[in-house]
């Protein structure tokens, strides 16, 4: 299956568990603003902007030339890669509207999906604004692993700049596919008359079914 449509379906099943008035916000799927950095030498470093996402690379470190390490969002995957003896930091981030949930929404929920991680350890963290919101440890040979996390109510009211930082150990490589985040929203409506965002999740969880991503050789 499509992953972030595996990601979707995942959420919309959360959202039946937790009835009629829940909904569900795709901060990134990785389908639109391609990007690449291509990283060279130690201590190289690039950062690339556009309307979806920033998204940042460095070499920190390298026991073993030629360096070789990239950092890309293409064909609905953020995946990066390092040469043997490489270490990277990358970095992306999203500025997140304020109402990007209704006010008043409970139990907000991020999700995301590590596609693929090779046999070396990594790291996650998110920071909203700066400050920690998350922070976790991938196994070395993860393979589709949705992970979920929340947040207090009322720390998006105001939006805010949401930034995810990668690393791992020497030569690490991990891919990810979509992130997004659920949450309840405080209107209750009819229960005999489906939310369009429950309509919406149907149709892209349907039309992901037949969908088949190729990981990268």
Known sequence: MHMHKKLIAAAFGALLSAG?????????TFDSGDQSIVLNAVGATDTQTNA?????????SSTVPPVASTASVVGGILDVTNGTGEISTVTVGWSLAAGIVPAG???LQ???TVLESDQNPTSIEFTLDG?????????????NDDVAFGIADDLLDAGGFLELTLTGGSGWDLALDSIG???VDPETPNPTVPEPISLALVGL???GIAGVRRRKA
């Open 52 to 60: 979806e996402r920033s998204l940042s690379a460095t070499v920190d």
């Open 105 to 107: 929404a409970t139990g």
């Open 181 to 183: 985040l659920n949450f």
């Open 205 to 207: 969880g349907l039309a």
């Open 131 to 143: 400050t920690q919101v998350f922070s976790e440890s991938i196994p070395g040979g993860t393979v």
């Open 20 to 28: 009629a008035n829940a909904g569900f916000v795709a901060i990134d």
């Open 110 to 112: 991020f999700l995301f």
